[in-house]
């Protein structure tokens, strides 16, 4: 297992050099962030990224993500040139030995949260998502500054997509998603990039949209649409913990047997309601996953890719991006480089 952080580059106000210095941390999960979606990502600025994270000591393990463009969901006629694009990206990327690429196959919003500082018991706050508060929010006037996608959206802009997956069921989408992957992972099994699909967060249908990557058979499918070791996913704890419903250490089990769980996301959450959670600090008695196990089915399946502590509370006063700070991130790691030590410490006697 290599242990891994998010950075949002060189406007992130987490520094790689606060980064290296966390126990066990040496790879880095990054992307471009100002590269149009459905563009090609020229092969000279992910060079320019690789350097700049070898040159703290750490290793680029991991893009997340290259955002898959609304037509390739939608299946409409551009998505021939949109996936050529997303094909040369994935080139460019095994080019430069960058092994794993992150997605996800979510229309329109990608993460989403109601409440971006839930103020927990000890006085931190968190991330958090209440389904009743969903329902009532107006985005009418576009998508502005919320959370969680790629793209912002005008008023007219999200109109026009919200009309075109009217038309969009769970079938269809799930077709789209095959043409996709028929077309993506013969050119990443050539490159030598891993793909790993995350699932959606929260695994459920919001705004009227569907919702297809929400439990462990929708992960197992992804995997079959085009059996290949580079098909496949993103073990996200707390996207597919957010659902009661989703055994999670079994989960992982049945998708390590099989050699498919290509990157982990690895945090808490904490069920409190019907559709209604927030996030919590990533020790297991603290929220209702079981990460001790999760990583136990990891360990005993052999998984050796990269692992990273998601989504972490703002705490000690820290201000910055919601979800992504450094303090609670960095014992969320370190958290998770004990058990894994422990786990592998076991297994050896």
Request: proline residues 6%; aromatic residues 8%.
């Amino acid at each position: 297992m290599q242990l891994t952080f998010r950075w949002f580059g060189r406007d992130d106000a987490v520094s790689l050099a606060h980064i290296r210095q966390i126990p066990g941390v040496t790879g880095i999960v990054s992307a471009l962030y100002d590269i149009p979606v459905g563009d090609a990502w020229p092969r000279s600025r992910l060079a320019d990224l690789k350097a700049d994270v070898e040159s703290a000591g750490l290793d680029l393990a991991v893009i997340e993500s290259i955002p898959v463009h609304e037509n390739i969901k939608l299946g409409n006629p551009t998505r021939e040139r949109l996936v050529t694009n997303y094909c040369a990206s994935i080139r460019a990327m095994g080019e430069l030995g960058i092994p794993v690429l992150c997605y996800n196959f979510m229309p329109v919003f990608d993460w989403m949260r109601t409440n971006l500082a839930h103020r927990l018991d000890d006085g931190s706050t968190s991330l958090a998502y209440d389904d009743r508060v969903l329902s009532a929010m107006d985005i009418s006037h576009g998508t502005g500054d919320l959370p969680g996608w790629a793209a912002a959206y005008s008023a007219n802009q999200l109109r026009e997509l919200l009309l075109a997956y009217r038309n969009i069921g769970p079938d269809q989408l799930w077709a789209n998603l095959a043409w996709f992957l028929e077309r993506i992972v013969p050119v990443a099994e050539a490159a030598g990039v891993r793909l790993a699909l995350h699932p959606d967060d929260p695994p459920w249908p919001i705004f009227g949209l569907p919702r297809i990557i929400t439990d462990g058979a929708a992960l197992e499918r992804v995997t079959s649409l085009v059996d290949n070791p580079a098909n496949g996913v993103t073990l996200c704890t707390g996207s597919l913990g957010a659902s009661p419903g989703n055994d999670v250490p079994a989960i992982a089990r049945r998708l390590g047997e099989r050699g498919r769980v290509h990157f982990a996301h690895c945090r808490n959450v904490r069920v409190t309601g019907d559709r209604c959670f927030h996030e919590t600090p990533h020790p297991t008695s603290l929220g209702d996953i079981d990460m001790f196990a999760v990583l136990r089915a990891l360990r005993d399946t052999g998984f050796t890719g990269p692992m990273r502590s998601d989504h972490g509370r703002m705490i000690w006063n820290e201000q910055g991006r919601p979800g992504y700070g450094l303090h609670d991130r960095a014992l969320g790691a370190a958290y998770l480089h004990g058990l894994w030590e422990g786990l592998t410490t076991e297994a050896t006697r």
